[in-house]
């Protein structure tokens, strides 16, 4: 066996062991250690000569080994998890064949790969003549947004910039992604510009507030440009109501975006279309497969309603050393990008959409519903448990009861961070009001009840131990 096979054997193995945790349902999610010992434990300096293949095999086992598993069944920290095989080989291949996006020249099949997977998600959004664009996450889908907002309103900022526009204003929700304040901040209009409209006990935005804040900022002479709907918003799982927001934006003529990072692929579930209602009155909307398709970091892409937006933001192009004149230059999607370099993004998602077929991602949507009602029917059933806020989609927010009457804030806080260090069950929280609220997700699509049964046995197993050893939870964490 030459050098080259034999490494990849070995890194084969490593793979097979790593993914083993995945499926055994008693794996750890984490090793988890302090920065400080983490750092002992790692030999993380590069020596000027350095190492042999050995050593590099010692590092690869030394990392995986103080990995968190997003795969495993237990983690439900963030807004992605799982393990999708098709898509993990697409992964694989695409670092294998390393190109980059900006030329049919360099990238024939990944170009028609992506320009597939646009056409079809904008047929499933509601956009027959869109246009869209694989790029690096759904805080960049936004940035892009909010730039194809801006150019469109005021075409000539492009060369001239932004002197003598006067005050841009943009439209969120108080309970919107952070993306948008760097996007203002990014695209010159400020974060004081963004307006942070109020939204209800369930996290959707109270429409009647946005127009009478629109209608204030025109009052004030503000020039109202960009209007933001979540589509999953990323605490609650709230969605906004896109209908009476286009409405709005129609009436003020303002570009409505809508952020589906997060949740905009349960579109392909069989139920729950009504929260979708008004999509395809937006103008863009930005969907993250690397979320809940389960599809590896980096997989996002924005869908424009009009062709034709996102060559308008671009600067006119004069780089003939990269975009020559060919046969296939009408394939050229690097002129539609910002980046120059791209990476292929698009192999995983279709190797995966191929394999399970629109019928198998309706399923896993399916599932993520399932498992999100059962969840919060164990919620409900239980004494010890609060919902603290109206579940609408696939996130549960709720808080542990303590009886003893501890601090609920605290006692919870410190009950999420014992399963953390645990590593049995890695969760979430963020504060809704006031209270600490444990943020469940349904993310994984391969999730069955047995797994959030076994997450409640350890979140039980946790309190009660919290509580037998009173560790000071009266404290302020
Ligand atoms: C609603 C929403 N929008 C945008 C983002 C950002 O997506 P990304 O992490 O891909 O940049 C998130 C991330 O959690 C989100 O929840």
Not at 90 to 96: M, N, Q, V, Y
Not at 107 to 112: F, I, R
Not at 254 to 279: E, P, T
Not at 432 to 460: K, M, P, S, Y
Request: glycine share 8%.
């Amino acid at each position: 066996m030459s050098n080259f096979e034999n490494m990849l054997s070995r890194a084969f193995d490593l793979i097979k062991v790593y993914h083993s945790d995945h499926i055994a349902r008693d794996g750890l999610v984490v090793e988890y250690k302090d920065p400080q010992t983490l750092t002992d434990l790692l030999q993380l300096e590069i020596n000027p000569d350095g190492v042999g293949y050995e050593e590099l095999f010692d590092e690869i086992g030394r990392y995986l080994r103080f990995c968190v598993h997003t795969g495993n069944k237990q983690f439900f920290n963030q807004l992605y998890a799982g393990f999708n095989t098709p898509a993990f080989l697409g992964e694989i291949f695409t670092a294998l064949t390393n190109t980059s996006m900006y030329t049919y020249e360099v990238a024939p099949v990944a170009t028609l790969m992506e320009g597939v997977l646009i056409r079809k998600m904008c047929r499933i959004v509601g956009y027959p003549d869109g246009e869209g664009i694989f790029l690096t996450g759904g805080s960049n889908a936004n940035l892009i947004a909010m730039l194809s907002a801006r150019n469109h309103q005021f075409p000539d900022i492009r060369h001239n910039g932004m002197s003598g526009i006067g005050r841009l204003t943009a439209y969120i929700s108080d309970q919107s992604h952070y993306s948008l304040d760097t996007a203002a901040n990014l695209l010159g209009v400020g974060t004081d510009n963004v307006v942070k409209i109020k939204s209800d006990r369930g996290g959707r935005l109270i429409p009647q507030k946005l127009e009478k804040a629109i209608k204030t900022s025109i009052s004030n002479g503000d020039k109202p440009f960009f209007i933001l709907g979540t589509a999953a918003t990323t605490l609650l799982g709230a969605f906004d109501p896109f209908d009476e927001m286009a409405d709005i934006a129609r009436t003020y003529g303002v570009w409505f975006h809508i952020d589906g990072a997060f949740g905009g692929s349960l579109i392909l579930a069989s139920s729950h279309k009504h929260l979708f209602d008004g999509l395809a009155r937006a103008d863009s909307f930005a969907w993250n497969p690397h979320k809940l398709m389960n599809v590896p970091l980096i997989c996002s892409t924005l869908l424009l309603k009009q062709r034709g937006t996102l060559q308008r933001n671009l600067t006119d192009l004069e780089t003939d050393y990269l975009f020559h004149e060919s046969e296939s230059q009408g394939y050229d999607i690097g002129k539609l990008s910002v980046q120059c370099g791209r990476r292929v993004d698009s192999l995983k998602l279709w190797l995966a959409w191929k394999f399970y077929g629109d019928n198998g991602y309706r399923k896993r949507m399916d599932n993520l519903l399932k498992i999100a009602d059962y969840f919060a029917r164990r919620v409900r059933e239980d004494d010890r448990l609060e919902l603290i806020a109206e579940p609408q989609s696939i996130t549960i927010c709720f808080r542990y009861l303590p009886a003893d009457g501890s601090d609920i804030n605290a006692f919870n806080l410190q009950l999420r961070d014992e399963l953390r260090m645990s590593g049995k069950t890695v969760v979430n929280y963020g504060y809704i009001g006031n209270d600490v609220a444990i943020r469940f997700i349904a993310a994984n699509a391969e999730t069955e009840t047995i797994d959030i049964d076994r997450f409640f046995d350890n979140l039980f197993n946790a309190a009660e131990a919290l509580s037998d050893g009173r560790r000071d939870c009266g404290a302020t964490l």
